[in-house]
């Protein structure tokens, strides 16, 4: 099956690194690289990300002096030696079949990007609720103004480098541009795959208000274009453990 190259963006991740970087060690499909890039973090993530160095050989740590979720992205793309590329934000979890699904998908509907579900297992039914309303409107704009989760995405290196990559300028739906600008071009789809998070960003913002947030700017896209202007600000790793800011 096809080799990956994962693209893993981090800041102050300590505390979830390790999870993650765990669930791709037990993956039933094992041809992949793991590329962390961290964005200067102040805590011990690359540290920890090291010490998987056994589980996962393929793996390199690339530190920033700068901070952003798309100059991450970026930075790993640059770097990856396979033309297939999952990118994936620290907080993410991953069944061990995932990637064996997930290619699988990917292969049989010829697709050159593609989204992922977002999975509410383990959480209270209000949370499946309000994740289940999400997901239709992923896959409901899919055909006609294409939004997705940069927390779990599907590119290739040949569609990153002719769109231009994640645009640097926008802080908030860069994701969901990558894939309209990607959609122009090649195929995109969801793929009906999941994976689940820390559910702290939606704690700690309120996940009406969090949903409310994207329904608006994505709303303020289709009609007005995208976001350069820090018409919404939206802040790269304002999340807090405790009272520990990240």
């Avoid at 991740?13 to 791709?24: F, M, N, Q, V």
């Avoid at 896959?139 to 231009?164: D, N, Q, W």
């Avoid at 926008?170 to 090649?186: N, P």
């Amino acid at each position: 099956m096809t080799p990956v190259s994962i693209v893993i963006i981090t800041l102050n991740e300590e505390k979830r690194i390790g999870r993650l970087l765990d669930d791709l060690s037990k993956q039933t499909h094992s041809d992949f690289e793991v590329i962390l890039v961290d964005s200067n973090s102040e805590d011990k993530t690359c540290e920890i990300a090291k010490g998987f160095e056994k589980a996962l050989p393929a793996l390199t740590v690339h530190k920033m002096e700068k901070r952003g979720a798309s100059l991450g992205r970026n930075t790993g793309a640059n770097l990856a030696s396979n033309e297939r590329i999952l990118f994936l934000d620290a907080d993410v979890r991953l069944d061990p079949t995932f990637l064996t699904n997930a290619l699988h998908q990917l292969e049989q509907k010829k697709l050159d990007v593609a989204g992922v579900y977002m999975s509410a297992k383990q959480l209270s039914f209000g949370y499946k609720l309000g994740y289940g309303a999400f997901n239709a409107g992923l896959y409901m704009t899919s055909f006609f103004f294409p939004t997705s989760v940069g927390a779990c995405l599907f590119s290739t290196k040949r569609v990153h480098e002719e769109i231009g990559g994640f645009d640097e300028a926008i802080v908030l739906c860069e994701d969901c541009d990558y894939v309209r600008r990607a959609s122009q071009t090649w195929r995109y789809r969801m793929i009906p795959v999941s994976f689940w998070f820390d559910p702290r960003r939606l704690e700690q913002d309120g996940f009406l208000k969090m949903g409310l947030t994207y329904l608006k700017a994505n709303i303020r896209r289709f009609f007005f274009g995208e976001m350069r202007n820090n018409e919404m600000e939206y802040k790269f790793g304002h999340y807090t453990d405790a009272n520990n800011k990240c």
